[in-house]
Nanobody, 125 residues
Framework: QVQLVESGGGLVQPGGSLRLSCIAS????????VGWFRQAPGKERKGVAC????????YYADSVKGRFTISRDNGKATVYLQMNSLKPEDTGVYYC??????????????????WGQGTQVTVSS
């Protein structure tokens, strides 16, 4: 059974940094994609970044390019989201998600089969 567990959220001031972690277990097969999504209160869940676990190819939303970096450590079965230069509009619940597929762009939420429970990120002074 596939399980995803996020951690690393918290309260940070504008301009600060956080690193989120997503520990994945239970996957079979050679190809899968892990993505990070953000959901602000009253808004739809939107993709932030995703990574192809097999070759490290990654994709980002325009709003986070140059500030966020997605990476993976296959030995630890963990995907990270390093978030720098955080802005108040980055506030929301961050979810990691996974699917047995190869991305050719930032995949929409509907493409993912597995989801974590989410971790809250609040950017405020």
């Amino acid at each position: 059974q596939v399980q995803l567990v996020e951690s690393g959220g918290g309260l940070v001031q504008p301009g600060g940094s956080l690193r989120l972690s997503c520990i994945a277990s239970g996957f079979t097969g050679d190809y899968y994609t892990v993505g990070w999504f953000r959901q602000a209160p009253g808004k739809e869940r939107k993709g932030v970044a995703c990574i192809d676990i097999s070759d490290n190819e990654s994709y980002y939303a325009d709003s986070v390019k140059g500030r966020f970096t997605i990476s993976r450590d296959n030995g630890k079965a963990t995907v990270y989201l390093q978030m720098n230069s955080l802005k108040p509009e980055d506030t929301g619940v961050y979810y990691c998600a996974a699917v047995n597929d190869i991305p050719f762009d930032l995949l929409p939420a509907s493409m993912y089969d597995y989801w974590g429970q989410g971790t809250q990120v609040t950017v405020s002074s």
